[in-house]
């Protein structure tokens, strides 16, 4: 069995050989322009010349969760494209969307900026009755999410496509509900993939149906916000703020205004990295279950778009 690597921005070495430990009887190589034909694939991020040379493929693993921009290519009709299934990544996205939505609600940035300026001040508890979250996208990392801030005791809601049941979250499914979900929420999560109908789902129509002061953060895809519709709802008055860990243009440009407002925490697209040994473990066990035909989950499904 042969396996091709093609993963952009990624040290190739520690891959190849995690790979080529996990899966002993396999020939794994780096992809370079001409190579034959190979197995399977592991990718991120590759250029259209990969899959237009590599047409035999039975697999194509994405080494991460979304598959928005490997589906804009033309990929072999046979192949079955699968992306990483949690692998490590969904307790991270926990401990950072309990880390903003806390920061936010306790005004940790308010008694910081108090004690650089040396003062010794309370705020009034707020009511945590008053802050319900509100996730959008229940898969495999909302779910998480959400359960993590029910630890927490915030009212949690959740909006998906399908109608989901999960124990203490308020569900609503698709978009005849999705108004209703957006009023009976003040924090907003986004984990929704980047698909047709999830583009700019983040702009003036949806966000000014959050309850006023409301907190949105963004730890899906750039593209779900229309970023000139938030500023306009937090100078407003409208929303108190945001945390935004993904962009349009990544790395966001030096001249992007959520760079400097005062009311917008960034950070670099870091909330659930992809841990190489947990993934590697994962796509070695579903590329021998393929092979043994036997079922695997995180298929995508590239008509739905993820
Ligand atoms: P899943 O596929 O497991 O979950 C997607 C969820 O979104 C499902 O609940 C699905 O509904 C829902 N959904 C999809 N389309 C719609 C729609 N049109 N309307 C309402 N709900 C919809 O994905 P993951 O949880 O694994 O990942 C989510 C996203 O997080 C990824 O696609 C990626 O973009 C992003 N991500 C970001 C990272 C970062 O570092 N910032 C790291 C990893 C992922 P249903 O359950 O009914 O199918
Ligand atoms: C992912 C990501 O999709 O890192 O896994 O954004």
Redesign the pocket.
Known sequence: MKITFCCTDTKAEPWLAGLRAALPAAQVDLWQPGAPPADHAVVWAPPQQFFDEQTQLKGVFNI?????ALLKLRLPPQATVV?L??AG?SVQ?AEYVCHAVIRHFREFDGYEADVKAGKWSYRKPRSRADFAVGV???????ERVARALQAFEFPVNG????A?TIEGVRGF???AQLADFLAASKVLVN?????P??RDIMRRETLSKLQPGGYVIN???GAHLVDDDLIALIDSGHLAGATL??FRTEPLPADHPFWRHPKITITP?????TLRDESIAQIAGKIMALERAEPIAGIVDPVRG?
């Open positions: 991460g969760a979304g598959v928005d992306r299934d949690d990544m996205m959008m996208g229940l898969g495999v990392l909302g909006w998906s496509r399908s989901k499914a698709g978009e984990l929704l993939p980047l698909t109908d999830t730890v899906a895809r860990d993904v697209h870091t909330s659930a990295r993820y």
